[in-house]
């Protein structure tokens, strides 16, 4: 969606007629009935000055298409000035180009990331170049016109108040500058002759119009790409009941239409294969040409798996195909065919940073697409925040004119495929009275561990064979080495140990040094690996037979639980309901993520002892 269009001719009047960003700013409006901040609006009247100067040159065509605001198809990401025209070869070109208004930068080791100042202070955000190119590779990937015509794409960044340095040059973002051009203050001249490379020849064939209305469908370059990736990776292999869901999914997609909306529901526990399901359709439906995408509100999912398809940790167009759940609030209704939420129960009601913008989650997934897809166990719900449930979801569908299908996931595939150990683990953490009272020793390998440094050294062991055993902790000590990595957080008698290092991001538990660190909750929920290790804090106790937890337990700095006080005042007992199954689940969450084994250690006593009592151990 275009919100300016005009030729250079046509632009540079109304700059010259000072009005450019009220022009803007009405079509915006009358667009997408949407108002826009004021920082917006007075960005556009100082950019785009400096890109009327830029494109002050009789070599670069008066009737050149000019497209200000365009809005990248299937997100709400827009580009900021696109230049359209014919090349000296009379190949139709467009020029994207990345705008900003930044003075300094800092930079990380985060691929692609940079940190930079905003009106309420500093924050990561992509470099420039990576924006530019990733908007490129987007547009390739899904816009039938720019690959059936092969309309060539060159995408750049200028910063136009930003004096050169040592940071924003850096190598360590060179693959992208490479790939995007990068052009500072004193960099005008070198746009202009950019630009006038790749754009000799005015607009003659409308192809802005084109692109704007072209077919959104997955390009084959990308489906074939996925396709490979995915072929003979063992992790992605479905067996028994989800190669059922796999094919009913399929199904229900292909029939699915603005008119005969779908809602499929996939209950499924601990290891029994959402993700692979998730995965294996995610790549399918592209390969049949419909628009997917797979959606986790937790991005410790997403950032694994991204990783995992394109086989390394730097950041590609995979990305495109992977989402948070708070970013389909301002999206048309049935923009993609086919939206596949995994960990559906981690879902909210409204998106943001402050919780403030959206309505609910489940709604807006819904409503933004042909075919809804919701991979879900309500027993792993683990901050105040989570309303994702089946409940929730037939609701909206039924709102939204939309018919539900409901399937089950039961065969075990994490745990040694013991259900015997979940169950047991259900009725132990007293989350669900089973038969399960005693664990075998041979169903599961559980271990209880008297000294925490020695379990973390069995983990350390244990990693040595595949880079697969990790240690998670409760949330009971707070994230001090965040800002001072030196300093050590959990510190349990002489073991001292820090949580998950920051530079890694979600994707921490496949980090290959990761294991002499600490994750939680955040960064292992909805991954396994062959050992983990467990540190159980002193939120849930066990006193004469009955589990206790105890939300004061928890570190100030986890915010699962944030505004627990408050509740509990106004609504105390819904909201001590919802804070035990918080904590029993969390612990749940964490004492399956093992598909070989689970090693412990009990920070209480008596909690150590009533799990050992009930373990039938052979002598």
């Known amino acids: 969606m275009i919100v300016y269009s005009a030729t250079k001719a046509g632009f540079q009047n109304d700059i010259m007629a000072n009005n450019i960003s009220q022009i803007i700013l009405d079509k915006y409006q009358d667009i997408t009935g949407r108002h826009i901040g004021v920082a917006e609006v007075n960005s556009w009247a100082n950019s785009l000055q400096y890109m009327d100067r830029v494109l002050n040159d009789e070599s670069i065509p008066l009737d050149a298409g000019i497209s200000i605001e365009y809005h990248v198809p299937r997100s709400s990401k827009r580009i900021d000035f696109i230049i359209a ?66 309309i060539k794409l060159l995408p750049c960044a200028y910063l136009h108040n930003y004096e050169i340095d040592a940071v924003i040059t850096n190598d360590f973002y060179k693959e992208y500058i490479e790939k995007a051009p990068l052009f500072l203050k004193s960099d005008a001249l070198k746009l202009r002759e950019f ?6 020849y005015g607009d003659k064939t409308n192809i802005l119009y084109r692109i704007d209305h072209g077919k959104i469908r ?33 199904k229900l997609a292909q029939y699915s239409s603005e008119n005969a909306k779908h809602v499929l529901i996939v209950q499924g526990g601990p290891g029994t294969g959402k993700t692979v399901v998730a995965i294996n359709l995610l790549v399918e439906l592209t390969k049949n040409q419909l628009v997917a995408q ?37 999206l048309n209704p049935n923009l993609y065919d086919v939206l596949i939420v995994d960990e559906a129960h981690r879902l909210n009601a409204k998106s943001g940073i402050f919780s403030h913008l959206g309505e609910n989650q489940v709604k807006e997934i819904i409503n933004s697409s042909k075919c809804s897809i919701f991979f879900i166990d309500e ?11 089946k409940e929730e979801i037939r609701k909206y569908a039924k709102e939204l004119g939309a018919k539900v299908l409901e399937l089950e996931l039961e065969s075990q595939f994490r745990c040694n495929g013991s259900d015997g150990y979940l169950a047991w683990l259900d009725n132990t953490l007293q989350i669900n009275r089973t038969a399960n009272t005693l664990l075998e020793d041979n169903e599961y390998e559980f271990k209880i561990f008297d000294d925490p440094k020695k379990l973390h050294d069995e983990i350390i062991k244990k990693n040595k ?27 349990i008698g002489d073991y001292k140990a820090t949580w998950n290092l920051d530079k890694d991001g979600q994707s921490w ?42 939300p004061r337990e928890r570190a100030n700095t986890d915010k699962s639980i944030h505004g627990w006080k408050k509740l509990l005042m ?6 001590k309901r919802r804070l035990d199954s918080i904590i029993k689940n969390t612990y749940r969450t964490l004492m399956t993520r093992g598909t070989k084994g689970c090693y412990v250690f009990f920070t209480d006593d008596e909690t150590k002892r009533y799990f050992m009592s009930r373990l039938n151990i052979s002598s």
Request: charge should be neutral; proline fraction near 4%; hydrophobic fraction near 35%.
């Open 85 to 150: 025209g014919l090349n000296h070869d009379n190949e139709e070109t467009v020029v994207i180009v990345e705008l900003k208004q930044w003075c300094s930068a800092r930079i990380t080791d985060k691929d692609a990331i940079v940190t930079t100042r905003f009106r309420h202070g500093e924050k990561e955000t992509p470099h420039p170049s990576y924006q530019a190119w990733s908007y490129k590779r987007l547009l390739e990937d899904y816009n039938q016109t720019i690959e059936e015509d092969k």
């Open 195 to 200: 630009i006038k490379r790749h754009v000799r």
């Open 218 to 250: 997955p390009s084959k370059n990308l489906a074939d790409q996925l396709n490979s990736m995915l072929s003979g990776n063992q992790e992605f292999v479905m067996i028994d009941d989800q190669k059922i869901v796999f094919e009913s999914a399929l």
């Open 294 to 330: 797979y959606i986790t509100r937790n991005s410790a999912p997403r950032e694994v798996y991204e990783a995992k398809l394109t086989g390394s940790f730097k950041k590609s167009h995979i990305s495109n195909m992977f989402s948070g759940s708070g970013a389909f609030h301002t």
């Open 379 to 389: 027993d792993q719900k683990v901050t105040l925040k989570d309303i994702g449930d």
């Open 465 to 491: 064979e595949r880079n697969k055993a990790r240690m998670v902790a409760g949330y009971c000590w707070k994230w001090i080495s965040k800002k001072n990595p030196i300093l050590k957080d959990i510190q």
């Open 509 to 550: 538990i496949i980090q290959p040094n990761s294991v002499t660190e600490v994750g939680c909750i955040h960064t292992c929920q909805g991954l396994e690996v062959d050992y983990i290790g467990v540190i159980v804090g002193p939120d849930i106790i066990v006193r004469n037979g009955k589990v206790i937890t105890n």
């Open 570 to 575: 106004d609504y105390p007992v819904d909201t």
